[in-house]
């Protein structure tokens, strides 16, 4: 089957990828479903990544975004991330990379103008409409940061659960997922919408790379049981 999808990606002339946790398992970053190594299996999404979670408890959600920026920034972007990097380049225009990943390995690995659906945890934005205060003076520092003169907060740049994502790079997804003649789901358990919903709504063939079942089987044309940073060398080679 490898060879197979091999064959549809070299003639293709519209590929989308959407990537989930898994692409940067390899990397050693942890995804938040599985079983035992999970974020989620560990720590309580309704704790940790909602707005009111933030309100409730702001230090130790800011805490736990450090940690795990700081466990980011210590490991690299693996094969998988550098093969998708290096076909872009190689096939200018070809290729739609659409990522529900905060992490920025895809960005670290030379990928450009990646649709990041669920934000950059590297980044921060206000928790409140900014104030005049907030513009003007220097954020003082703490957990979270915050303006000196109202106390507004800074909060990681990433989609919490229950927020919307960014209208913009959604359309941009869902119109490459409607014109793709291929796409590659990899390493997604297809639970969250509405990113596993472009798997649904893409014109072309869908293929799963993914060495678990997930949700969006049932869509798929091929499903690769693999890995992401073992498979994508394979089938993104001229
Ligand atoms: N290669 C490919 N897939 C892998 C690998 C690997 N090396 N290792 C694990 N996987 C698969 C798992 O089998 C699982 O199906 O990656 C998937 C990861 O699924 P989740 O942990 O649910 O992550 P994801 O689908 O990206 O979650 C979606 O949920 O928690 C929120 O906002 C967060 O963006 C995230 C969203």
Redesign the pocket.
């Known amino acids: 089957m490898i060879e197979q999808v091999h064959a549809w990606v070299r003639a293709a002339k519209r590929v989308v990828v959407l990537t989930?946790?898994?692409?940067s398992?390899?990397s050693g970053v942890p995804?938040?479903?599985?079983a035992q190594t999970?974020l989620?299996a560990k720590f309580d999404?309704q704790q940790l990544a909602t707005e009111s979670a933030f309100r409730a408890n702001p230090a130790m959600v800011w805490d736990w975004y450090a940690f795990r920026r700081e466990m980011i920034a210590k490991v690299e972007p693996n094969e998988g991330h550098r093969a998708l990097a290096a076909f872009a380049a190689r096939h200018p225009h070809r290729l739609t990379l659409i990522t529900?990943?905060v992490d920025g390995l895809h960005q670290r690995a030379g990928s450009e103008g990646v649709l990041a659906l669920?934000g950059n945890i590297f980044d921060d934005q206000w928790l409140d409409t900014p104030k005049a205060c907030c513009l003007s003076a220097p954020v003082a520092p703490g957990n979270p940061p915050h303006c000196a003169q109202c106390g507004n907060k800074r909060r990681p740049a990433v989609?919490w659960f229950g927020e919307v994502l960014p209208l913009d790079t959604l359309d941009a997804a869902e119109t490459a997922a409607c014109e793709c003649d291929l796409m590659l789901v990899?390493?997604?358990?297809?639970?969250?919408y509405p990113?596993a919903g472009l798997a649904r709504m893409a014109t072309g063939k869908v293929v799963i790379?993914?060495?678990?079942a997930?949700e969006l089987d049932d869509a798929a044309a091929a499903v690769l049981r693999g890995?992401?940073?073992q498979l994508l060398p394979q089938l993104l080679k001229d």
Not at 20 to 23: H, I, Q, R, T
């Open positions: 989930g946790a898994g692409m398992a390899e995804t938040f479903r599985d999970g989620w999404p529900q990943n669920h989609v990899v390493g997604t358990s297809g639970v969250v990113a790379i993914n060495p678990e997930t890995k992401a940073a």
